[in-house]
């Protein structure tokens, strides 16, 4: 029979440093339109993150030096376009990293309770390009695959977090707006920091300037409604056959009791089945506490489920002990009966 030993390291794993670029310099971004994609995680897939960034330029063509942050993922997913043209970029891991790419030490919680944020992440590689941004409009963007972080402290399902950082935006030029559409996987909860207007499992935003530092995100799979009715009714299901058990045992042992006819004192005959139903009893018990502990995990969504912690290992031990417990219990229960039924009875 498994045991489920979670691990009781970090709470918190994996998430990378997504953000603004750096070296957007005398070029005017009129509106960026920033869409981030959360369904994969759903399938234990990345985030899909594009950012478009309208650009004007007023003057003659320039040449930027852009950095992106990506932490250290595999950079094959990283894409850039100027208009339609494909723009190269490759890793620069000695890049100096800028303060403004610090991500937020905490998300919100979907219970009100902040969660830290990348406190065991790895360190951020950049992406590195050089762009010729040719007079009047123009449009930047970027494509790339994201990690999300996971926190172990969800229940019953774990969290997810994802942070975009903002703050790089504060040094360009000028900044028109930003319109953020965030998708989420059908009927998972959100936390959001700041606020976007939902509709079904769309989050959208529009902002006039700046909303903060950061969009920081923290999101769970969905309970259903299967699981409480399960995780209760298999907790009562327990506590039934266990006090049934008692009440069985005593009325199997008077009934087995009247029915000695062997002259051997009934303590001599009633103890192989008063075994027997102990055994009985207690497999059963085992069962009904296995079916308790790890039946309401089959109602969530796979890849879903939280394990932090030793809690089911234990109550699995308190199982497997309550079932040896009423092995002796029901022996004692059907052996007493038996006897009592027959309070004459002698040996010949």
């Known amino acids: 029979m498994p045991i489920a030993w979670a691990n009781l390291g970090p709470p918190s ?14 070029i005017e971004i009129t509106r960026e339109t920033l869409t981030i994609d959360l369904r994969p995680i759903a399938q234990k897939d990345l985030a899909q993150v594009e950012a478009v960034y309208h650009l004007q330029n007023e003057g003659d063509e320039k040449q930027l030096d852009l950095l992106f942050a990506l932490g250290t993922l595999g950079t094959e997913n990283f894409q850039v376009w100027l208009n339609d043209q494909v723009i190269t970029s490759q890793p620069a891991p000695n890049a100096p990293l800028p303060q403004n790419w610090d991500a937020p030490e905490y998300t919100p919680g979907i219970d009100n309770q902040p ?4 406190r065991h992440s790895t360190q951020v590689t950049p992406m590195a390009l050089s762009v010729t941004i040719p007079p009047r409009k123009q449009n930047l963007k970027v494509r790339y695959a994201a990690q999300t972080a996971t926190h172990l402290l969800g229940k019953p399902t774990i969290y ?20 953020v559409t965030i998708y ?3 009927k998972w909860q959100v936390a959001t920091t700041p606020e976007f207007t939902r509709k079904r499992d769309v ?4 902002f006039t300037e700046l909303p903060g530092d ?22 009562v299901l327990l506590g039934l056959v266990w006090l049934g058990g008692l009440g069985l045992g005593w009325r199997l042992g008077h009934t087995k009791g009247k029915q000695l006819t062997s002259p051997k004192p009934a303590r001599l005959q009633a103890w192989p089945w008063s075994l027997g139903f102990g055994l009985v009893w207690g497999m059963t018990l085992l069962g009904t506490g296995w079916l308790a502990i790890y039946s309401p995990n ?11 912690g030793y809690g089911q290992g234990f109550a699995l031990l308190g199982v497997m002990g309550l079932s040896l417990l009423s092995v002796v219990l029901g022996f004692i229960v059907v052996w007493v009966a038996a006897n009592r039924s027959q309070p004459f ?4």
């Open 160 to 179: 997810h977090q994802f942070a975009y950082v903002l703050a790089p935006a504060k040094a360009w030029s000028a900044f028109g707006g930003l319109d």
């Open 214 to 235: 950061a969009i920081a995100l923290t999101i769970q799979a969905p309970v259903g409604w299967a699981y409480y009715p399960v995780k209760y009714g298999s907790q």
């Open 115 to 118: 969660l830290d944020y990348l």
């Open 184 to 186: 989420l996987p059908p």
């Open 298 to 308: 089959w109602m969530l969504p796979a890849g879903q489920i939280s394990r932090y």
């Open 13 to 26: 794993y994996g998430g990378q440093v997504t953000a603004e670029p750096i070296g957007i310099e005398d």
């Open 345 to 348: 009875k002698k040996a010949s």
């Open 203 to 206: 989050l959208t935003g529009q």
